[in-house]
């Protein structure tokens, strides 16, 4: 009786936490997190990621759980010393252990038990080396059964139902969820900065900013004083794409490829374009040693 | 059932037969041989490794030396502990176990000793050749075709061996490690030819038969599976026979043995595409990878069952053995790289773990824990039999247990850790919408101490592994071996009458043929399913029509890309997530390999992606950066390349491999072979002009010029910028 409770229990607890796995992933695609949180998609992604473990964990604690309870009333209601024959005479095993981790490790497993096991040995010989012939452990088969359910639900979600996004779909959404969030962060602080509204930064902090961030990204190519080495002298009065401090926004923002010189907007916000913008205006005239010669047009402030 | 198994073991000849007994020997000097080359190989494979990780804590530790950099190493640690470590491994649990298994000697002493001596020269001839450079970049498969040519006579040896032993045997079925060891040989066989297909262009260079999506279909098909049938399925063979043997218990369930041997070949083969999610791979085939991964945890489970079933009853001589030691953890090993392994193959943890070092920490608990472990259980077993002695020291094998044991965890922990923290930085944006963490290297920076604490792991394996040499050279010492173990049994005799209440796969157990050939079958289902659309429906990989072959330029300095092990540190592979378009640019097309024989995509992000690198920085940042990477990113750990700017550009066989790509499908134009060192001249020489700009004076043979040309052109063919300059190297492919 209480072996074919638990038969179905885990069974069915099996099918039930591969569903539960399965519908984070399902969903994936359309969750829409809609919190207006900046970084909620990677997030939501870890989450994901998470939920599956635990999830897996959760049914696994659940299951050694349930055991531990049902051993211990047949310990308490003194069943299991007397021996629960009921339940085992099916596979034709008496139990004589009484202690109630045998029970539950010998229900999981349906195994029989080490000093019976003469019973289903197998008439096998190799090298002395015996078999037994165990039933399968019936936690093994759920999971078994389970995983391959779980592959026809995951096969028809994506394939058949569209229940999930296909990568590219997915990517698309991923990317137009993310435009509207910061298109509504960026409203919310009133508009983002551009090479039309931005202004030459006079105060120290943010030139000392724009100097760290200059350091940080700029000195390979142009050099720790601005003279220039693989990029050109920032300087001198010389510019190549417009000196002023819109220009100067644009062409570190947008960058100028075909010159070499990165698009850097995926990397810099513009407050730090407009603080490194600045810090370069400021150094101009400063005739650093070893300057490269002057390329460009002269730019008159 | 009955109770009188070992008795009625062959119950055929039970009456007349009994009386004529065969004797005859087993032969353990072959074991022996194999053994010491295990010990020897897994020692050398595990240093090389150690040298690689602390390459990446000590950027100059190659001390300038073309021929011991990262790239050019990681292939020979993987190779070595792979082929020369596991394999010899393989070899000697087979050479012992199947003898005793079929109650017969080898069928050849002489073909024992080729394949011994084969396979080690061809372990040798991999040393040489990869620092070397020759190497085809195909992860595992990184040997040049001659190489390749004597794996597969090396293999054949083996197989024919073993397949003669089994046809010989005097006993009537075979037990299931032999049936693991049959869908080895069959699977490997199988694997190694299709992977290795390539077109030789000169003795130790060929070019890969398959392009771009294919050629990584391909691969990663054989990459999954040589950890499956290289590093599992044999394995679990060894762990078969060693595990009973050494706990002295009976298997514990044959039903399970049944349907996890046959599940576990059949869903492994398919689940390869599970290395290349959110890539360019068509939809459908990602799809597959992850379910058949999925549905390999219950099988792969099994066997771990079965080993640790096995020991019920026998957990007192747990605490006592070594050896049952050793394989307890590694059975245990097995069970948690087999259930991490199919959560890795879900879509959205892939999307954090995927070039990370989180498949790095997956590896090693698999390769240290499962093969590792188990390889030192089966030689502190073997090697006192052997010499009918016992262990010199339990006491150091202990010792090697713990050091190994926590070796593992603290080779695989922070690598767990790195991998996590990586993939979060890559992935972090600010509410502005800019990445978090906008130069890699910052990424990388944050690694270090992770790597340093994996190599302090790595050594104190190494460590332990060489107490283990110690303690069984000294057993060795203390003993005298057994060269031919003297055995007898009965010859099997023609008729088998079947016994009442056989189960019904018994029937194949005695044909050892059919077994061959259903195992067979069975592998080749899903590599048919899964490759035959993806060759032949064009719609899987649709075509660009700006896409290019590279010039004769270009395609050196992919030579030198691919000699130089580049791909180990750099993927050439965006996926479509918003983090990598907007740290890398466009994510990747299945239209954009067609010419890429081999596939470069990568499968670890030491450094950053360079789908995209093409047009990023100037010429001259390029040759700064190759000569010394700190002047252009400070505090990178990539290796300087000085030999590249002294070695002269191969021209002699520009021609052959302008032939070559044409016989493989690449488009190029009627006699371009003829004019391809002449284009290349022009190429070069705008390359050495704009150096020239920049104030740097180089000649235009240089290797570095090739190399900055490949780089230069990497991603380039579908940006959409419409006046892009028409230079007159391009090539107009022929319609």
């Known amino acids: 009786m209480m072996k074919q409770i638990l038969n179905r229990y885990i069974k069915t607890s099996g099918l039930a936490g591969l569903v539960m796995l399965a519908v ?112 399968l452990p019936p936690w093994w088969k759920a999971l078994f059964y389970a995983t391959i359910v779980f592959s026809v639900f995951y096969l028809a979600g994506y394939h058949v139902f569209g229940w999930a996004e296909l990568q590219d779909a997915e990517y698309n959404t991923e990317v137009a969820e993310a435009k509207a969030r910061i298109d509504a962060y960026m409203a919310s602080k009133g508009g983002a900065l551009n090479e039309s509204n931005v202004t030459y930064l006079e105060d120290e902090a943010a030139l000392a900013e724009g100097k760290s961030i200059f350091n940080a990204n700029c000195t390979a190519c142009h050099g720790a004083e601005l003279q220039g080495t693989v990029g050109p002298n920032l300087a001198d009065e010389y510019w190549i794409h417009g000196g002023s401090v819109g220009d100067i926004f644009k062409t570190i923002r947008d960058g100028v490829p075909s010159k070499g010189m990165i698009s850097w907007k995926a990397q810099l916000s513009p407050e730090q374009i407009q603080k490194v913008s600045s810090y370069i205006i400021s150094m101009e005239g400063t005739n650093p040693p070893n300057a490269k010669d002057p390329q460009g047009e002269i730019f008159e402030r | 059932m009955s109770t009188q198994g070992a008795i009625l073991e062959r119950p055929d000849h039970f009456s007349d037969n009994k009386l004529k007994l065969d004797r005859f020997s087993y032969d353990n000097d072959i074991v022996r041989l194999f053994a010491t080359a295990t010990m020897v190989w897994g020692v050398i494979g595990m240093l090389v490794g150690l040298i690689a990780a602390l390459e990446l804590v000590f950027p100059g530790l190659n001390g300038g030396i073309q021929y011991f950099t990262f790239g050019r190493i990681r292939p ?15 070899f000697t649990g087979v050479y012992y176990s199947l003898q005793r298994l079929c109650k017969a000697r080898m069928y050849s002493d002489t073909l024992s000793k080729i394949n011994f001596w084969g396979w080690q020269l061809i372990i040798l001839s991999a040393v040489i050749t990869l620092p070397l450079g020759y190497t085809t970049s195909k992860e595992y498969a990184e040997l040049e075709w001659p190489i390749d040519i004597a794996i597969t006579l090396m293999w054949v040896v083996f197989g024919y061996n073993m397949f003669a032993t089994i046809l010989q045997r005097r006993t009537r079925h075979l037990y299931v490690a032999i049936w693991f060891y049959i869908g080895t040989f069959v699977t490997v066989a199988v694997l190694h030819i299709v992977n ?34 290289f590093l ?58 992850v379910v058949f991964s999925i549905m390999l945890l219950a099988p792969s489970w099994g066997g771990m069952l079965n080993g640790l079933l096995t020991l019920r009853g026998a957990w007192d001589k747990v605490r006592e053995d070594p050896t049952l030691k050793f394989m307890v953890v590694a059975l245990t090993a097995y069970g948690m790289a087999t259930f991490e392994g199919p959560m890795l193959s879900l879509k959205n943890v892939n999307a954090i773990s995927h070039f990370t070092d989180w498949t790095v920490a997956h590896v090693h608990v698999g390769g240290l824990g499962w093969n590792g472990m188990l390889t030192f259980g089966m030689l502190y077993w073997l090697i006192p039999r052997m010499y009918q002695t016992k262990l010199y020291s339990k006491k150091l094998a202990n010792a090697h247990f713990w050091i190994a044991t926590m070796g593992i965890l603290f080779y695989a922990l922070p690598l767990y850790w790195a991998g996590f923290t990586q993939s979060l930085m890559w992935k972090e944006f600010t509410q502005e919408g800019m990445l978090a963490y906008p130069n890699f290297l910052e990424t990388v920076t944050q690694l270090k101490p992770m790597y340093a604490a994996r190599a302090f792991g790595g050594a104190m394996y190494i460590v332990g592994a060489v107490v283990m040499a110690y303690n069984l050279v000294m057993t060795a010492k203390g003993g005298s071996f057994l060269k031919n173990e003297a055995a007898e049994a009965a010859p099997l005799s023609n008729v088998y009458e079947k016994h009442e209440g056989e189960h019904w796969h ?69 996926r479509p997530f918003r983090s990598e378009t907007e740290r890398y640019g466009e994510y990747a097309k299945a239209g954009e390999f067609v010419y890429d024989h081999p596939f470069l995509w990568g499968s670890k992000r030491t450094g950053p992606d360079i789908l995209r690198l093409g047009g990023k920085y100037p010429d001259s940042w ?21 030999w ?78 419409a006046g892009k300059e028409v230079k007159p190297y391009h090539i107009e492919p022929e319609k």
């Not at chain 1, 964990?57 to 024959?85: C, D, E, Q, Y």
């Not at chain 2, 260079?205 to 691969?219: E, H, N, T």
């Open chain 2, 506 to 574: 018994r029937w194949i157990e005695r044909r050892p043929v059919q077994l061959m050939v259903g195992s067979l079958l069975v592998i080749l289902i899903g590599g048919m399913v899964e490759m035959i659309p993806t060759f032949l429906i064009d719609s899987n990989v649709p075509t660009i029509a700006s896409v290019k072959p590279y010039t004769s330029l270009e395609l050196h300095g992919r030579d030198l890309y691919i000699k130089e092990g580049c791909n180990n540190c750099h993927s050439q592979m965006v």
């Open chain 2, 196 to 229: 290795s297909f390539e077109l030789p262009i000169s003795f130790m260079k060929s070019y890969s038969f398959y392009a771009g999506v294919q050629d990584a279909l391909v691969q990663w098909w054989y990459g999954h599976n040589a950890v499956a049938f």
């Open chain 2, 644 to 721: 590249l700017f002294e070695q002269e550009i191969e021209v002699e066989t520009t021609e052959a491999k302008i032939t070559a790509m044409r016989h493989l499908g690449v488009p190029y134009p009627e006699g371009y072979e003829k004019r391809a060192v002449a284009d290349m001249k022009l190429q070069a020489e705008e390359i050495t002009g704009n150096l020239e700009a920049s104030g740097i004076k180089v000649s235009s043979d240089k290797e570095i010029i090739a190399l900055i040309a490949y780089l230069q052109r990497l991603g380039t063919d579908i940006k959409a910028d």
């Open chain 1, 24 to 135: 984070p992933l399902m969903a994936k695609g359309q969750a829409s997190s809609g919190s207006g949180n900046a970084v909620a998609f990677t997030e939501e992604e870890l989450l994901l990621g998470f939920a599956l473990f635990l999830a897996a964990t959760l049914v696994i604690a659940v299951l050694g759980l349930l055991f531990a309870v049902i051993g211990l009333t047949r310990v308490m209601s003194g069943k299991a010393l007397i021996n629960p024959a009921s339940g085992l005479e099916e596979s034709g095993v008496q139990a004589e252990e009484s202690s109630f981790w045998k029970d539950i490790k010998q229900k999981l497993t349906d195994a029989v038990p080490v000093d019976q096991e003469e019973k289903v040995m197998t008439d096998h010989e190799y090298d002395g080396i015996r078999e037994l012939d165990n039933s």
């Open chain 2, 232 to 289: 599992t399925t044999p394995y679990l063979g060894l762990m078969y026979y060693f595990v009973p043997k050494a706990a002295n218990r009976p298997v514990y369930s044959y039903k399970l043995s049944i349907i996890h041997f046959w599940a576990l070949i059949f869903l492994y083969i398919w689940a390869g595409p599970h290395h290349l999610l959110y890539n360019a791979l068509p939809d459908w085939a990602q799809s597959l990878g």
């Open chain 2, 76 to 90: 020979l640690h993987t190779n070595a502990v792979i082929f020369a470590f596991v394999g010899n491994g393989i």
């Open chain 2, 622 to 642: 390029h040759y700064h950066h190759m000569l010394d990477p700190e002047s252009m990113s400070p505090g990178s750990i990539m290796p300087a390349y000085p």
